[in-house]
């Protein structure tokens, strides 16, 4: 599966952006699609994650209430709503794959970082 993300920019602290992630290949029904990010200097972290099978969503605990991720079958592509956005939100943005059901199967497609930016 080719995963191509897009939607990140520059914003100020507490405003919003949206993500997308179109993947293409094989049937993205068979896989969990993920989002990660990486900050400077920093390792790369987990932020959400959707089954497409029975819309299972699962965030890490820095962006619940923050960031919804949601799925369109139909056009095979994922997003991620980030919202009351925060500096600490900046990172290279990274959707990824995995297949199977499970969240915590290996994530062997990746696709192109985007920069998200959050000026204080």
């Known amino acids: 599966v080719q995963l191509q993300a897009s939607g990140g920019g520059l914003v100020q602290a507490g405003g919003s952006l949206r993500l997308s992630c179109a993947a293409s290949?094989?049937?993205?029904?068979?896989?969990?699609m993920a989002w990660f990010r990486q900050a400077p200097g920093k390792e790369r972290e987990f932020v959400a994650a959707?089954?497409?099978?029975?819309?299972?969503?699962r965030y890490a605990d820095s962006v619940k209430g923050r960031f919804t991720i949601s799925g369109d079958n139909a056009k095979s592509t994922i997003y991620l709503q980030m919202n009351s956005l925060k500096p600490e939100d900046t990172a290279v943005y990274y959707c990824?794959?995995?297949?199977?059901?499970?969240?915590?199967?290996?994530?062997?497609?990746w696709g192109q970082g985007t920069q998200v930016t959050v000026s204080s």
């Open positions: 290949g094989r049937t993205v029904s068979s896989y969990v």
């Open positions: 990824a794959a995995a297949l199977g059901s499970s969240f915590m199967n290996e994530y062997n497609y």
């Open positions: 959707i089954s497409w099978s029975g819309g299972r969503k």
